[in-house]
């Protein structure tokens, strides 16, 4: 037995031991997890500024945050300033190996395309896996992260903090209940991008910034010049590093929907002008359109996707004001309305007929808070909503977007087979071919 395997046994059986630890339910929103278990738990924090920043802070209040992980070093020595005696390290793939059974979890907040990289290097190592959204780069990537989940039996959750959001579970519950009837359409739109995206490679040539490791930055990503176009912040436009305003929004504004109505699995997608420039970047706005065959327990299904500013017809909302992000769902007998990034609220139009509505039982269960949610699962408890098996086929679904925007017509999509049918040129859009150093 390993030592990796001996410790996770361990904070089982002390999981275990605290009553109530493994349990959230409906209508219980109240979890007991005693303190002692939870501080057992030590986690390594890959990516430590921006979103990273608040990870690592919620891996503090949950565990023990034993290393630090950053490409550049002010990043990473400043947030060490909170964190004394702390491990240090700049490449990922040297913490785990030194680190090993120190380690019980990790976070990885690093741009889109080291995502899948360094989540599948920890579970291989057998460690816990957060991962901001979206899950990773590409389609090919969402895939491997699911099986390797499950083969290492390894709690994970993605970074969509809204499936933790009550509302969000009642608009799941509301929608399954079939409130607003047969669902035919479904609108969901973001302000982003509010980066800079739309450009050509950027000229000249920047010195790098001392402290900066700009080759760990690449990562699997072929290598180019360092350019302030890409780092900080600036990265999510780019092909090679992010997924653009569909990859940095979907996963929380068309999360509810996409939960309530098991929207995975489109059978064609096609981006109704591509924009994509030089092959550098996304456009500065686009309209994709997903179709999903009928199921089971719904009727076909057509979503749209808006980002740019670009919005859905203003007759859809019925009197209410527009939002920035937002997303509607059309049912045969109303339409439920979301103004919000994460799907957390939610009112059913038109207003008057749904006056004395009033919502079904609880068949979610209520969170205790997203990150607690996967803590528990780390000691033991409850999968977290957004465990791998769910996030992945979300990602997967969404990213399928952009495959679309860069191949420039309507794909036809084989989700057994993972392949597009009617364009196999497409299928370069999947995944990619890693830098020599680096492996999913």
């Given at each position: ?250 996963c929380h504004t068309a999360n509810m929907v996409v939960m ?166 497409a299928n370069q859009y999947l995944g990619r ?8």
């Amino acid at each position: 037995m390993t030592q990796q395997t001996s410790r996770r046994d361990f904070l089982k059986t002390g999981a275990a031991a605290s009553v109530g630890a493994a349990f959230w339910v409906a209508n219980e929103p109240k979890v007991t997890l005693g303190n002692n278990v939870l501080e057992k738990l030590n986690f390594a924090c890959i990516g430590v500024e921006g979103k990273g920043s608040s990870d690592t802070d919620s891996a503090g209040r949950y565990g023990n945050v034993v290393a630090l992980c950053d490409i550049d070093e002010s990043r990473l020595n400043k947030k060490a300033r909170r964190y004394k005696g702390v491990a240090k390290y700049v490449d990922y793939r040297e913490m785990l190996d030194e680190m090993g059974d120190k380690i019980d979890a990790v976070t990885v907040s690093t741009p889109d395309h080291s995502h899948a990289p360094a989540s599948a290097l920890a579970i291989r190592a057998g460690k816990h896996c957060f991962t901001q959204k979206p899950l990773t780069w590409s389609v090919q990537e969402a895939r491997k992260l699911r099986e390797l989940a499950n083969k290492h039996k390894v709690a994970t959750q993605m970074g969509n903090q809204g499936t933790s959001h009550d509302g969000l579970r009642e608009g799941v519950e509301v929608l399954r209940a079939g409130a607003i009837g047969d669902v035919t359409e479904v609108h969901v739109w973001t302000n982003r991008p509010v980066w800079p995206q739309g450009t050509g490679r950027p000229q000249g040539k920047e010195a790098i910034p001392e402290g900066l490791h700009w080759d760990l930055f690449l990562g699997p990503a072929a290598v180019r010049p360092y350019s302030s176009a890409y780092h900080p912040f600036k990265w999510r436009g780019w092909l090679d590093f992010g997924t653009g305003a569909l990859g940095d929004m979907a996963c929380h504004t068309a999360n509810m929907v996409v939960m309530a109505l098991d929207l995975f699995d489109p059978i064609s997608i096609v981006s109704n002008d591509t924009g994509i420039v030089e092959n550098e970047t996304y456009p500065q706005s686009s309209t994709i359109t997903f179709q999903f065959a009928k199921t089971e327990n719904r009727g076909p299904v057509k979503m749209v996707w808006y980002d740019g500013g670009r919005k859905p017809s203003i007759d859809l909302i019925q009197g209410e004001e527009f939002s920035n992000s937002g997303s509607l769902v059309v049912g045969s007998a109303g339409t439920l309305f979301s103004p919000n990034d994460y799907g957390s609220k939610f009112v059913l139009l038109p207003k008057e007929k749904f006056k004395d509505y009033k919502k079904p039982e609880p068949t979610l269960p209520r969170s205790p808070g997203h990150f607690k949610e996967f803590a528990i699962a780390c000691a033991g408890g409850a999968p977290a909503m957004s465990n791998f098996n769910y996030a992945s086929r979300l990602t997967e679904t969404i990213l399928l977007g952009n495959a679309a925007m860069k191949a420039g017509k309507l794909l036809k999509w084989d989700a057994k087979a993972a392949k597009f049918t009617n364009a196999p040129e497409a299928n370069q859009y999947l995944g990619r071919t890693y830098r020599d150093g680096w492996k999913l």
